[in-house]
């Protein structure tokens, strides 16, 4: 499986921004797949995530009720749409996907064996 992750860019304190990711090599519905950020100088942190099949989701406290992560079965994507953006949201952020994720561990970078190679977000105060 090859992800390709796009969208990111520089964006204003409130502002948007909405990344994608394109996967090849594997269906997304038939894959477990989530989204991680890696700010300057701090540890993969996990965002959000889709689990494979029934597609539930989970969040990460930090983006609860301003990021939102979907599936789009038809062009076989992965996607996060991000919403009153902070300063502190500024990072690298990578999607990631595994065929065996078990939902109760689906936050931890380790349940992913492909991974994308990340795109910058930057926040402006």
């Known amino acids: 499986v090859q992800l390709q992750a796009s969208g990111g860019g520089l964006a204003q304190a409130g502002g948007s921004l909405r990344l994608s990711c394109a996967a090849s090599?594997?269906?997304?519905?038939?894959?477990?797949m989530a989204w991680f950020r890696q700010a300057p100088g701090k540890e993969r942190e996990f965002v959000g995530c889709v689990r494979r099949g029934d597609g539930s989701i989970a969040y990460a406290d930090s983006g609860k009720g301003r990021f939102t992560v979907s599936r789009d079965n038809a062009k076989n994507t992965f996607n996060l749409l991000m919403n009153s953006l902070k300063p502190e949201d500024t990072a690298v952020y990578y999607c990631?996907?595994?065929?065996?994720?078990?939902?109760?561990?689906?936050?931890?970078?380790?349940?992913?064996?492909?991974w994308g190679q990340g795109t910058k977000v930057t926040v402006s105060s």
């Open positions: 990631a996907a595994g065929g065996g994720v078990i939902f109760s561990a689906a936050s931890y970078a380790a349940s992913y064996p492909y």
């Open positions: 090599g594997g269906t997304v519905r038939r894959l477990g």
